[in-house]
């Protein structure tokens, strides 16, 4: 079964960077759409950026222009890179393949992993 690994999560102030990786096992990673979900405080985990094999990129508007998503299917990764970051973008981060849309939100495929956290705080 894939398991999930994220990383590169941090405390930063509103306006800088960080870039997110997850590691996957598995050899079936390159068959998913795979996507960056975050969750904070008090909120439904949401999905924010994903990615489909190919390449193609959708992202949630509160994200668009800001983050990029990308991936590498020979090593099994996916990253996010976080720019302008705001104090709402806090939240612990999580990767996972990408489902169906229910009509409130995207499911997942597989086990989430532990996730990072990310605090944007001034």
């Known amino acids: 079964q894939v398991q999930l690994v994220e990383s590169g999560g941090g405390l930063v102030q509103p306006g800088e960077s960080l870039r997110l990786s997850c590691a996957a096992s598995?050899?079936?990673?390159?068959?998913?759409?795979m996507g960056w979900y975050r969750q904070a405080p008090g909120k439904e985990r949401e999905l924010v950026a994903r990615?489909?094999?190919?390449?193609?990129?959708y992202y949630t508007d509160s994200v668009n222009g800001r983050f990029t998503i990308s991936r590498d299917n020979a090593k099994n990764t996916v990253h996010l890179q976080m720019n302008s970051l705001k104090l709402e973008d806090t939240a612990v981060y999580y990767c996972?393949?990408?489902?169906?849309?229910?009509?409130?939100?995207?499911?997942?495929?597989?086990?989430w992993g532990q996730g990072t956290q990310v605090t944007v705080s001034s």
């Open positions: 996972n393949a990408v489902g169906s849309w229910t009509g409130r939100g995207f499911t997942n495929l597989l086990p």
């Open positions: 598995g050899s079936i990673f390159s068959s998913y759409v």
């Open positions: 990615i489909f094999s190919g390449g193609r990129t």
